[in-house]
């Protein structure tokens, strides 16, 4: 059974950081495409960033610079690391899985606010 666990959201003021981790198990890791998307409210779920065993990250063009994803595959980890948030940054963040199928995390809530 497949399960992708999110944790470290919460609230933050403009321009603070917070690092979301995502821990998967059930799967080979290391074999796997992970990513982080978000879903605001009234919008569709968008990718943020993703990670690729062997490939370059690839990130959305609103968090370039500002987000970064890493994994440690000794403990079936992904991570996003993120500066300087904005409160366009507000939103529900999912934790991805992807090998032919789709795995999604519940989420966190992330909050960006003075």
């Known amino acids: 059974q497949v399960q992708l666990v999110e944790s470290g959201g919460g609230l933050v003021q403009p321009g603070g950081s917070l690092r979301l981790s995502c821990a998967a198990s059930?799967?080979?890791?290391?074999?796997?495409?992970m990513g982080w998307y978000r879903q605001a409210p009234g919008k569709q779920r968008e990718l943020v960033a993703r990670?690729?065993?062997?490939?370059?990250?690839r990130y959305a063009d609103s968090v370039k610079g500002r987000f970064t994803i890493s994994g440690d595959n000794a403990k079936n980890t992904v991570y996003l690391q993120m500066n300087s948030l904005r409160p366009e940054d507000t939103a529900v963040y999912y934790c991805?899985?992807?090998?032919?199928?789709?795995?999604w995390g519940q989420g966190t809530q992330v909050t960006v606010s003075s």
């Open positions: 990670i690729i065993p062997g490939r370059d990250s």
């Open positions: 991805n899985a992807y090998r032919l199928v789709d795995y």
């Open positions: 059930g799967i080979a890791f290391s074999n796997y495409a």
